[in-house]
């Protein structure tokens, strides 16, 4: 910082002394931002594209990774979500239970614990060692599942109850009902969300990384 030390003789002098100070600051400020813009450009001028180019192989390798984990467990919790999400409106009170439960556990608990628990927890239980890209399949998928399982609910919700009690006047059970009628019209409007999910695993998929798979 910057000390004034002012005596009662100098009195006179003070504000010429102040802002000679302030120039000082503003000088020191500028030649500070100066030498980082310069020693930036010089860093930039240094950079080696070879760099680039020859890891750009390595990237496109990562990347192809990347996607192929996130389609695999947006299928995965696709297929979950879509059995959760009846079941969380299913009139079986244990059923509907289970589905809760798992739905607020996956959803309530952050992804990267899921992958510990699938890769160092669950081969302490069963005695046999879990292949790193099985463990993130399967974390990544199962956490999926639990949004898409919400999602399919709201989605199923939406749809008018006519239509329910329209498909059981015709003689249908309450699964072909929701098999022909309502399940159709509920998947028109979830696919937006299901896109926002697909998006969001894309990201989450880099977590896989703290269990050795190599991703982009």
């Known amino acids: 910082g910057y000390f004034l ?37 010089d860093e930039f001028m240094n950079f080696d594209m070879n760099l680039v180019v020859n890891s750009f192989p390595l990237l496109l390798i990562g990347a192809g990774v990347t996607i192929q984990i996130t389609v695999l467990s947006t299928a995965i919790g696709f297929v979950i979500g879509l059995v959760v999400g009846v079941a969380r409106i299913s009139h079986l009170r244990p059923l509907r239970l289970l589905a809760e439960v798992y739905v ?77 009628i309502i399940v159709p019209q509920a998947f028109k409007r979830v696919i937006p969300p299901l896109g926002n999910e697909f998006i969001a695993m894309l990201k989450d998929s880099s977590l896989v990384s703290v269990i050795g798979f190599e991703e982009l």
């Open 104 to 180: 607020e556990f996956f959803r309530g608990t952050p992804l990267l614990v899921q992958i510990f628990l699938f890769y160092f927890a669950l081969p302490v239980i069963t005695g046999q060692r879990i292949d790193p890209f099985i463990a993130a399949i399967s974390a990544c998928g199962i956490n999926s599942g639990a949004y898409v399982a919400e999602i399919f609910r709201a989605g199923i919700q939406s749809v008018d109850e006519g239509q329910m009690e329209a498909g059981r006047s015709l003689g249908m059970t309450w699964l072909q009902t929701m098999r022909y």
């Open 5 to 41: 030390f002012i005596t009662w003789n100098h009195v006179d002098k003070e504000p010429e002394f102040i802002d000679s100070t302030r120039r000082l600051k503003y000088n020191t400020k500028e030649a500070i931002y100066a030498a980082a813009l310069r020693y930036g450009m």
